[in-house]
Structure formats: C-alpha cells, structure tokens
C-alpha cells in the first residue's frame, strides 16, 4: 500500500521559515509529480495548490508563494520538500502532499500543520 507522510509543521513567528517534507513508498512506479497543497485549518477555504514540481525539475508556483517557498525533490529517495520563508498569518493552514502518477492516480498523505503566530 502507498504511503504518503508529511512531516516538519508547527508554530512559528511571522517572518520565520519551516522545511516540510514528504516521504513516499510503497510506489509500484515512479511518481511523475509532487505537489503541495494548503488548506486553512478550519477548512474555511478549498484546498488550494502551492507548489509542484514534476520528475524533470520543472516547477510551478501559486503566486502567493512565488518568492517565499521552494519545492525540491529527491527522485532516488521519492522524497518531496517544501521550504517556507518569511511566513505570514495567513500562509497557516494544513500543508498537503500529493504524489501523481500521471493519468493512474494520485496519493494524498494526512497533512502537516503550519501555524504562524506572534
């Protein structure tokens, strides 16, 4: 059974920065693209994408991360990262990991907790 886990929320001041990580196994296949989505904590807003980035590298950002976040992969350990800097109340929400497959399926993990708070 795939596993999707994130890992690395928590509290953090305004302006501070957190490393989220997302650990995959169990893939009978490569997983083509790594995303991370958002969704305020008490589920008030959709959930909405930050960041992906595919098996070649390319990337595409959300504008309200363009600047701040950086996605990465590790394709040989199916490991996804998201950095998050100068952090603002309202980047708080719960951090999701999807993994695709494309045109298969995708994997969702349970989420990581981001607040940002003075």
């Known amino acids: 059974q795939v596993q999707v886990v994130e890992s690395g929320g928590g509290l953090v001041p305004p302006g501070g920065s957190l490393r989220l990580s997302c650990a995959v196994s169990?893939?009978?296949?490569?997983?083509?693209?790594m995303a991370w989505f958002r969704q305020g904590l008490g589920g008030e807003r959709e959930r909405e994408l930050v960041a992906e980035i595919e098996d070649d590298g390319s990337i595409e950002y959300a504008g309200s991360a363009k600047g701040r976040f950086t996605i990465s992969r590790d394709n040989a350990k199916n490991m996804g990262y998201l950095h998050l800097n100068s952090l603002k109340p309202e980047d708080s929400a719960v951090y999701y990991c999807r993994a695709r497959r494309t045109g298969v399926v995708d994997y969702w993990g349970q989420g990581t907790q981001v607040t940002v708070s003075s």
């Open positions: 169990n893939s009978p296949s490569r997983i083509d693209s």
